[in-house]
């Protein structure tokens, strides 16, 4: 199976190194979403994964499957797309390959911090998977955690902890996959 592995940033993506085709997409679900959709349009992999780090409000250094994501700043007076759901096939092999790792919903917002009452909040999930979807291409969220929610001192993240938890997590989780 063809993964293409997306993330924010270069250093989310350093630990696949030449594994498998990579997307630094950008900050923010804007720039996710219109950059996933760019690369899906000119490729189409068999699957989407995910990666990055995040916040929470518990856990710094957990690894974190989504199985959900919402789209925490999006509110309309009409019904629009707020949560997406990650493929159940690419989710039950995460399970399989994280043992006993932390699978719950994960916050897409724009702005750090500003997620209502979710555990876990990052940037880009939402954008990425929605480009998925309408796609037609299963997708997956995998996120280390870096610091709390609401902690605006970011020399108190540990952004190296949460991007080596993310190498290794990444890894088992891609090699699951592409076999």
Same mark, same amino acid.
């Given at each position: 199976?063809?993964?293409?592995?997306?993330?924010?940033?270069?250093?989310?993506?350093?630990?696949?190194?030449?594994?498998?085709?990579?997307?630094?997409?950008?900050?923010?679900?804007?720039?996710?979403?219109?950059?996933t959709?760019?690369?899906? &349009?000119?490729?189409?992999?068999? %699957?989407?994964?995910?990666?990055?780090? =995040?916040?929470a409000?518990?856990?710094?250094?957990?690894?974190?499957?989504?199985? &959900?994501?919402?789209?925490?700043?999006?509110? &309309?007076?009409?019904?629009?797309?707020?949560?997406?759901?990650?493929?159940? %096939?690419?989710?039950?092999?995460?399970?399989?390959?994280?043992?006993?790792?932390?699978?719950?919903?994960?916050?897409?917002?724009?702005?750090?911090?500003?997620?209502?009452?979710?555990a876990?909040?990052?940037?880009?999930?939402?954008?990425?998977l929605?480009?998925?979807?309408?796609?037609?291409?299963?997708?997956?969220?995998?996120?280390?955690i870096?610091?709390?929610?609401?902690?605006?001192?970011?020399?108190?993240?540990?952004?190296?902890?949460?991007?080596?938890?993310?190498?290794? =997590?990444?890894?088992?989780?891609?090699? =699951?996959?592409?076999?």
């Open positions: 199976m063809q993964v293409l592995v997306v993330a924010a940033t270069a250093p989310e993506l350093a630990w696949v190194r030449g594994r498998a085709p990579t997307l630094a997409c950008g900050v923010g679900p804007v720039e996710a979403a219109a950059a959709a760019t690369a899906l &349009a000119r490729a189409r992999p068999d %699957a989407v994964l995910h990666v990055g780090i =995040a916040g409000r518990a856990g710094v250094g957990d690894v974190v499957v989504g199985s &959900a994501s919402h789209y925490d700043d999006l509110r &309309a007076a009409i019904p629009v797309a707020h949560r997406l759901d990650p493929d159940p %096939a690419l989710l039950a092999r995460a399970r399989a390959a994280l043992h006993g790792v932390r699978v719950e919903p994960i916050a897409t917002s724009a702005a750090v911090g500003s997620s209502t009452s979710a876990v909040e990052a940037m880009e999930g939402f954008g990425v929605r480009a998925a979807a309408l796609a037609g291409v299963p997708a997956l969220e995998l996120r280390a870096s610091n709390l929610i609401g902690e605006v001192d970011r020399e108190r993240w540990d952004i190296p902890g949460a991007l080596a938890a993310l190498g290794v =997590a990444g890894t088992a989780v891609l090699d =699951a996959l592409s076999a």
